[in-house]
């Protein structure tokens, strides 16, 4: 018996209860409401609020709303993350939340949705010079393959984690665990992870990683080579030796190209391990956590007795390591041994710049993703029109807010570091797949060109006054404002 | 594949989040970290295909319960169907009266076979699913209103205490609701029994016919509600202490007749600031009002339990 409701009761159809919502009325989960006729999401939602990233007294909201004569301001302060909004998958349906403001008087537009993404990573970037395994060995989380190792680049190792195929292409276990470390990884967790013939490592997005039970403290300075290079003209009169001991090339300053080129004397040091180029040494030790990354406790270990016919005693020698950490100076006696002696005063100096100069050591993670069919087609009917808009920078994309690359070519695959993104932004559907933020931001009239679902556009004004569902953020100050960014505008820092 | 449920950790790290449609489950427990998680995970794979399974019988689930209803096909509607089928011949009711504690007992259940913990919870939106073992205990505070989050009372919950169900109900609730309590709140052995005798307990504190009540049938807000035509109450205007001592008290009269019956443990119904209790028999659960009640209330409850004390 076909019921007979009252005019403007719609149908949800954001799950199986179908429940039919009266005007102004919410269905049974309380999350989709009619409003004015529309089914809307009216979840717990994070905005992010520029005020409060910038130190300045905050309206408490609803109390502007009350009074609100408006204006522009509010438009200008906040701005809508996809944090909470919901989703558009499976169905083509337009995102939650296409929310219009202000910006220096120019109307724009941001398309707030959140998507689920199998087609998703991370790329982990691990600051030591460590080895943790060869290139192309799998990375397992609890005994499942994750990821596997790829280039190491300057002073990092770099592991590619997730992606489709773990997530999906293997087993349910594989899928299901692949699915967590990325959760985890993304939502600023410790991760322990093992890499076959290599490292145990734990990482946690921003925190300095533990390789084999050890936290990495700093990233050295450069090799020993080119710590020479940088340092051999402070040295050059103060000492009239320099070993920079390095697990990859121990630099030698008297063979050094640079000291040469400032007429340092040959001191007929001899060092263990492979000559490469002058003053250059491969394989000085083996790799460890000793001095410069080698497993060498005692500098000395390194050098053969020192040619009689060019040494000469009191000859004064500094070894260092290439992170500042270890250090000793020494001086010859008269039978040419190293006797070790307190590092003089103006040698102390250039030790601590090589301190100063290396950066602390971070693991640190992006999160890529490509924004398929069914999220771009909430944004535009024709979804094409929106990869377009990305590529000639009229759509800019961001994800919690936090700025993102993304890729040149087809598609929109995107990647953004999560430490920049509000806390547990990500989620995720059993499928398994992620499910992260992300916004398109553009001018409302290149939103209607590119066949933008305008019908569905709400002012900011409408969607913030919905407070109780929502969380207000500062948006973090190291971020462009979303809704303006690139070099900061006047009246800024 | 489902893909509408959500599935996160709270950001405290440690409970477990879980959505879907109408269904938001807090989700706790403890023990061997990798207990804990082989449950939390077991509690996410059963949870998401719970939603598809109850729509399937929806209809059915709406339906007044009676002698002649046919018995569903789920588990967790089978459940919902045996938590209400003591009450349908004294009153409307339908299996949905039951479906939140239903929901939190089947996934608790999901979460006890897969891991081995100390104790857990599962949080349906107030109507709670509770697992402890021998010397564990749950401490259960009570509030009025979320929004008022003052504790009007608190019960510990031990190993020998035969609850493993704690329900609240009322007025303000996301569900209707035909009585006036702001939160009738049940102990019973199962969640999906102390489900549905918190909605009978918060139906039942009530005045009729009072002018200060705005009641509507329940369909002129929710055009596919259970409770048809029934009136459903929408707002309450304020009540003189007599007015709400006897609504509290009809509350309790119900109460004690489901206690009596062996079909729930203990009960606190609260109205407007006022809270009414109904101590188990026999060995009072330390169910304490936390010192907010007037003088009148407070002497008759000690009427109330000195009279029990007697029958005993």
């Known amino acids: 018996m076909p019921e007979v409701f009252p005019k403007d009761t719609i149908r949800c159809d954001a799950c199986p209860v179908l429940c039919y919502i009266k005007l102004g009325q919410t269905g049974a989960c309380d999350r989709y409401g009619n409003i004015a006729g529309q089914l809307v999401r009216l979840d717990p939602h994070i905005v992010l609020d520029r005020a409060k990233s910038q130190g300045t007294p905050l309206v408490p909201f609803l109390e502007r709303a009350g009074e609100w004569d408006g204006a522009l301001m509010k438009s200008k302060e906040m701005f809508v993350t996809a944090i909470g909004a919901g989703t558009t998958y499976p169905d083509y349906k337009p995102a939650p939340f296409i929310v219009s403001s202000e910006v220096d008087g120019v109307d724009m537009v941001t398309v707030v949705t959140e998507g689920i993404f199998s087609y998703c990573g991370v790329k982990l970037k691990i600051d030591?010079?460590?080895?943790?395994?060869?290139?192309r060995n799998l990375v397992r989380c609890k005994r499942e393959p994750v990821g596997h190792v790829t280039t190491a680049e300057y002073g990092s190792q770099m592991l590619s984690l997730g992606g489709v195929h773990h997530l999906t292409g293997g087993t349910k276990s594989e899928g299901r665990v692949t699915c967590e470390t990325l959760l985890d990884l993304c939502n600023g967790k410790e991760v322990a992870l093992t890499i076959d013939e290599g490292a145990s490592i734990s990482v946690a997005a921003g925190k300095p990683p533990i390789v084999n039970g050890q936290q990495e403290e700093r990233m050295r300075v450069g090799c020993g080579s080119a710590t020479i290079g940088m340092f051999a003209k402070q040295w050059f009169g103060k000492?009239?030796?320099?070993?920079?001991?390095?697990?990859?090339?121990?630099?030698?300053?008297?063979?050094?190209?640079?000291?040469?080129?400032?007429?340092?004397?040959?001191?007929?040091?001899?060092?263990?391990?492979?000559?490469?180029?002058?003053?250059?040494y491969f394989q000085v030790a083996q790799p460890g956590t000793g001095w410069g990354g080698t497993n060498i406790s005692d500098p000395l270990a390194i050098l053969k007795p020192f040619k009689a016919k060019i040494a000469w005693p009191h000859l004064r020698l500094l070894m260092v390591s290439t992170t500042g950490e270890h250090f000793a100076y020494y001086?010859?006696?008269?039978?040419?041994?190293?006797?070790?002696?307190?590092?003089?005063?103006?040698?102390?100096?250039?030790?601590?710049?090589?301190?100063?100069n290396c950066e602390p050591a971070l693991a640190t993670v992006l999160f890529m993703a490509g924004a398929g069919g069914s999220l771009r087609a909430g944004a535009t009917e024709n979804p094409v029109k929106l990869t377009d808009s990305v590529k000639r920078s009229l759509t800019r994309v961001t994800a919690g807010g936090a700025p993102t690359y993304v890729w040149p070519g087809g598609g929109i695959t995107f990647m953004v570091d999560v430490s920049r993104m509000p806390e547990n932004a990500f989620g995720y559907v059993p499928t398994p797949a992620l499910v992260a933020p992300i916004e398109f931001t553009l001018k409302k009239s290149d939103y209607a060109a590119l066949g933008g679902h305008m019908e569905f556009v709400r002012t900011l004004d409408?969607?913030?006054?919905?407070?109780?569902?929502?969380?207000?953020?500062?948006?973090?100050p190291e971020n462009p404002w979303p809704l303006k960014p690139g070099p900061k505008s006047e009246g800024e820092q | 594949m489902n893909t509408r449920a959500t599935i996160r950790l709270l950001p405290d790290g440690r409970r477990l989040y879980l959505n879907d449609g109408p269904i938001d489950l807090i989700v706790g427990a403890d023990g061997a970290s990798e207990e804990v998680a082989?449950?939390?995970?077991?509690?996410?794979?059963?949870?998401v295909t719970i939603l598809d399974e109850l729509c399937e019988e929806l209809s059915l689930l709406r339906t007044r319960a009676s002698n002649h209803s046919p018995f569903p096909k789920g588990h967790i509607a089978g459940r919902m169907s045996d938590a209400v089928s003591a009450?349908?011949?004294?009153?409307?009711?339908?299996?949905?009266?039951?479906?939140?504690?239903?929901?939190?007992?089947?996934?608790l259940a999901t979460m006890t076979e897969a891991a081995e913990l100390q104790r857990a919870y599962v949080n349906n939106?107030?109507?709670?699913?509770?697992?402890?073992?021998?010397?564990?205990s749950y401490a259960i505070g009570m509030i009025e209103r979320p929004e008022n989050p003052s504790l009007f009372g608190k019960f510990d919950i031990s190993f020998t205490l035969p609850v493993r169900g704690v329900a609240t109900s009322g007025w303000r609730g996301r569900s209707f609701s035909l009585g006036i309590a702001d939160a009738a709140t049940v102990l019973a052995a199962s969640a999906p029994a102390a489900d549905v005798a918190a909605t009978i307990v918060a139906n039942a504190v009530n005045l009729p016919d009072h002018p200060a009540i705005a009641r509507v049938p329940a369909r002129e807000v929710s055009p596919d509600s259970d409770l048809l035509d029934l009136p459903v109450t929408r707002a309450v205007g304020a009540l003189c202490a007599e007015e709400i001592f006897e609504a509290l008290k009809a509350g309790a009269t119900v109460a004690h007749e489901l206690q009596a019956k062996g079909w729930i443990h203990a009960a606190a119904v609260c109205l407007?600031?006022?809270?009414?209790?109904?101590?188990?028999?026999?060995?009072?659960?330390?169910?304490?009002s936390t010192g907010i009640l007037p003088p009148v209330v407070a002497r008759e409850v000690n009427n109330a339990q000195s009279q029990r004390r007697a029958r005993a």
Not at chain 1, 462 to 476: P, Y
Not at chain 2, 89 to 105: L, S
């Open chain 2, 125 to 136: 939106g107030g109507d709670i699913a509770l697992h402890v073992s021998p010397g564990h």
């Open chain 2, 87 to 107: 009450y349908q011949e004294r009153c409307f009711i339908t299996p949905m009266a039951a479906v939140a504690g239903a929901v939190a007992e089947a996934v």
């Open chain 2, 272 to 288: 407007q600031g006022q809270v009414l209790l109904v101590d188990p028999p026999f060995d009072p659960i330390g169910l304490k």
């Open chain 1, 331 to 356: 001086e010859l006696d008269e039978s040419l041994r190293p006797i070790e002696k307190d590092l003089p005063e103006p040698l102390r100096g250039s030790v601590e710049r090589i301190r100063e």
């Open chain 1, 239 to 280: 000492v009239d030796e320099v070993v920079v001991v390095d697990d990859h090339i121990t630099g030698v300053l008297s063979e050094h190209q640079a000291g040469k080129m400032l007429g340092v004397r040959e001191t007929g040091i001899s060092i263990q391990g492979r000559r490469s180029t002058p003053g250059r």
């Open chain 1, 462 to 476: 409408e969607v913030t006054r919905e407070k109780q569902r929502q969380r207000q953020l500062a948006s973090l």
């Open chain 2, 38 to 47: 082989r449950a939390y995970q077991a509690a996410a794979s059963r949870f």
């Open chain 1, 128 to 135: 030591t010079d460590r080895h943790l395994g060869p290139e």
